[in-house]
C-alpha cells in the first residue's frame, strides 16, 4: 500500500480494569475490519494504554502491515492477541522497576500523540516529495491527509494532563478525535472540548446502549455514498447512506404511521432515496437527515412543502 495515498485510523484504548479486556479489544477489532473493508484506503494502528504504560498493540511486528493488503483478518487478529498477552506478562515486572515519581511523570497518549504527529509531518514530507508525479494516485485525495483518531476511554478520569499544544497541531493537520467513554463515572468535561475543538464526534456508553462494538460500527464508520435530492427539488440536503438492518417492525412511515403489510422481502419494498432510484415500485423510503421512514405519498407531500 503506497503510504501517501491511505490514511489511518489511530485508536488508542486508555484501558483501567473497568470493562473486560478481550472483550473490548474484540469489540474494537470487528470495528477495524468493518472500517478497513468498507472505507477502502484505509489502515488502522491500535494502542493500548495502562497505569501509564502504552504499547503498539498493531502493528507491531514488521509483517503486520502485509495484512491490510491480503485483508488477513486472522493473522491480525493472531498478532493483536498475541502482543496482548505479551504485554501484559511483562508490565507488573516493568512497573516494579520504575520508581513512583517517574511512572507519576508519563503521560503515554501524549507520547502516543507526539509520534501521530510525526507521521503526519512524514506524510506531508512524501507528498511534496513525489509532487505531480503523484497524481494519478492521488487523484481522489482532494482534501489532503484524512487520518483520524478515537480514543476509547474505560477510565473515570478524564485527560486533565493532555498537552492542549498536540490537540492545537492535530486540529492543524484537521485530525478529528473522537472520543467513546465507557466509565458512567467520568464527567468527560475534556473529552468533550476535545471533540467540539477538533470537529470529532463524543459518545458515551449508557444502559440503554452498553455494545461498545455496535456503536463503534453504527457511529464511526464514514460510508461515502451521497443521497442527492436536486433533481426532485426537495428540501433536504445531502444525507449519508449508511445501509442500515431494519426489522420488519420498523417498516413503518413515519409520518402517517402505516405500516407495509404483505409478505414481499424489505429489499423489494424498502430502500433510501437518492437521484437514481424511483419511488414508483417502492413503498417505503428512508431519509437519512430526517432519520425517518416514509411512504411515497407522504413523500411526495414533504417535497411540495
Do not use: W
Not at 509520534?115 to 509532487?131: D, M, R, V, W
Amino acid at each position: 500500500m503506497n503510504s501517501g495515498n491511505h490514511h489511518t485510523l489511530y485508536i488508542i484504548l486508555n484501558y483501567a480494569l473497568n470493562d473486560n479486556i478481550f472483550e473490548l479489544i474484540s469489540s474494537i477489532q470487528q470495528f477495524c475490519f468493518s472500517f478497513i473493508s468498507l472505507s477502502l484506503q484505509y489502515d488502522f494502528q491500535l494502542y493500548l494504554i495502562y497505569n501509564n504504560t502504552y504499547i503498539l498493540l498493531f502493528p507491531s511486528k514488521l509483517k503486520d502491515p502485509t495484512y491490510f493488503i491480503t485483508s488477513n483478518y486472522s493473522e491480525i487478529s493472531k498478532s493483536i492477541s498475541d502482543t496482548l498477552e505479551n504485554f501484559f506478562n511483562n508490565v507488573s515486572q516493568a512497573e516494579e522497576k520504575l520508581s513512583n515519581d517517574f511512572k507519576s511523570s508519563i503521560y503515554p497518549i501524549n507520547i502516543i500523540f507526539k509520534k501521530i504527529l510525526l507521521e503526519l509531518n512524514q506524510k506531508n514530507k512524501s507528498k511534496n516529495a513525489i509532487g505531480n508525479g503523484n497524481f494519478f494516485l492521488s487523484a481522489n485525495e482532494t482534501n489532503g491527509i484524512k487520518d483520524r483518531i478515537l480514543i476509547i476511554n474505560d477510565s473515570e478520569n478524564d485527560f486533565e494532563n493532555i498537552n492542549q499544544k498536540y490537540i492545537f497541531l492535530l486540529k492543524k493537520e484537521k485530525i478529528k478525535i473522537d472520543i467513546l467513554s465507557l466509565n458512567k463515572n467520568n464527567n468527560n468535561n475534556i473529552s468533550k472540548s476535545i471533540c467540539l475543538f477538533t470537529n470529532g464526534f463524543f459518545d458515551n456508553v449508557t444502559n440503554e446502549k452498553s455494545n461498545v462494538g455496535q456503536i463503534l460500527i453504527q457511529e464511526y464508520i464514514p460510508l461515502k455514498t451521497k443521497e442527492i435530492f436536486r433533481k426532485n427539488k426537495i428540501n433536504i440536503k445531502d444525507s449519508i447512506n449508511y445501509n442500515k438492518s431494519i426489522s420488519d417492525e420498523s417498516l413503518v412511515c413515519g409520518k402517517c404511521h402505516k405500516s407495509l403489510n404483505n409478505n414481499n422481502s424489505i429489499n423489494n419494498n424498502f430502500q433510501n432515496y437518492n437521484n437514481n432510484n424511483s419511488t414508483s415500485n417502492t413503498r417505503l423510503i428512508y431519509l437519512e437527515q430526517e432519520k425517518n421512514t416514509f411512504c411515497k405519498f407522504c413523500l411526495e407531500k414533504l417535497k411540495k412543502q
